[in-house]
């Protein structure tokens, strides 16, 4: 079994920051992207950022220059810092990984509210 466990989330005023972290373990053959999605209530769940095992990064436009997105391959973990954040961030934000056997794992999600 894989777990994936987001965690960092919470109530904040817009400007401010936080961190979300994502630990993943269990029978892990071998990771490949890691990634940030989020889901707004009565909206689809969207990319927010990924990572590739060899560092390489991709971000949403709306989250451009104020998210970064990083990973530990040695510890399997994968966080993203949220700076400026902004009431439209509001959202659950779920992390997925995947093996480089195609699998995917989603964690439980974690509540990101940001108040204006």
């Known amino acids: 079994q894989v777990q994936v466990v987001e965690s960092g989330g919470g109530l904040v005023q817009a400007g401010r920051s936080l961190r979300l972290s994502c630990v993943v373990s269990?029978?892990?053959?071998?990771?490949?992207?890691m990634g940030w999605y989020r889901q707004a209530p009565g909206k689809q769940r969207e990319l927010v950022a990924d990572?590739?095992?060899?560092?390489?990064?991709n971000y949403a436009d709306s989250v451009k220059g104020r998210f970064t997105i990083s990973r530990d391959n040695a510890k399997n973990t994968v966080d993203l810092q949220m700076n400026s954040l902004k009431p439209e961030d509001t959202a659950v934000y779920y992390c997925?990984?995947?093996?480089?056997?195609?699998?995917?794992?989603w964690g439980q999600g974690t509540q990101v509210t940001v108040s204006s």
């Open positions: 990572i590739t095992s060899g560092g390489v990064t």
């Open positions: 269990g029978s892990i053959f071998s990771l490949n992207a």
């Open positions: 997925n990984v995947g093996n480089v056997v195609g699998h995917r794992y």
